[in-house]
């Protein structure tokens, strides 16, 4: 099993580009989960999905679009990216038991 | 909205000392979580608990519900457990639900 799985690793955006990143798990959970985490603050959640078909707004959602396509994926869109949006996004997954499983994450910087 | 608090938020330590890492929340769970989250970058769960004590390795989790404080105790440290350790509560408390976050402590665990 891969667990998590996030795409790209790394990238660089100007001001204004668009870009999404990619994120599928292979544990058959229902609950997947967009965070961001900045320096000197916790992880904080940008959007969440309870089960396939479903998403909800975290706690920082502006600027940011998810699609939850099938069980296995759950996709982050930043529109028109924003220097305040630099950060290390982290995808995650949570199985019955409450536990959640991360991904590598993925280090945006939006010049 | 719950709150959590980490203390210290750095400690160095010399390899075989023990150690204690401290988080305390403002409102009432029955479950929290302690993540590991290596230099490079990856997280992973180490526990979850609801009440008394948890062990794997050398690693002890304890909780205390009532006095709202965890600690994450650390026997024999090693240089390889040099990370940072993140302790994470339900948002509105009781069990279920999306996770807030402490800031994390740094450990560094010196030869």
């Known amino acids: 099993n891969a667990g998590v799985t996030q795409t790209p690793k790394f990238q660089v955006l100007k001001t204004g580009q668009s870009m999404t990143l990619q994120c599928a798990q292979d544990?058959?959970?229902?609950?997947m989960y967009w965070y961001r985490q900045d320096p000197g603050m916790g992880l904080r959640l940008i959007y969440y999905?309870?089960?396939?078909?479903?998403?909800d707004k975290g706690e920082v959602p502006n600027g940011y679009n998810v699609s939850r396509l099938n069980k296995r994926e759950f996709s982050l869109r930043l529109e028109s990216a924003a220097p305040s949006q630099t950060s290390v996004y982290f995808c995650?997954?949570?199985?019955?038991?409450?536990?959640?499983?991360f991904g590598p994450g993925t280090r945006l910087l939006v010049l | 909205k719950n709150e959590v608090e980490q203390s210290p938020q750095n400690l160095t330590a010399q390899e075989g000392e023990f150690i204690t890492i401290n988080c305390s929340y403002s409102?009432?769970?029955?479950?929290l979580h302690w993540l590991q989250q290596h230099p490079g970058g990856g997280i992973v769960s180490l526990f979850m608990?609801?009440?008394g004590k948890k062990k794997h390795g050398r690693l002890i989790a304890t909780i205390n519900i009532q006095e709202k404080h965890s600690s994450l105790h650390i026997t024999a440290s090693h240089p390889r457990d040099s990370a940072v350790y993140i302790c994470?509560?339900?948002?509105?408390?009781?069990?279920?639900?999306?996770?807030?976050f402490g800031k994390g402590t740094k450990l560094s665990v010196k030869p």
């Open positions: 995650a997954s949570k199985d019955a038991g409450e536990t959640q499983y």
């Open positions: 544990m058959n959970h229902n609950s």
């Open positions: 999905s309870a089960s396939e078909g479903t998403t």
């Open positions: 409102v009432g769970i029955s479950a």
């Open positions: 608990l609801s009440s």
């Open positions: 994470a509560v339900p948002y509105y408390g009781g069990s279920q639900g999306n996770l807030i």
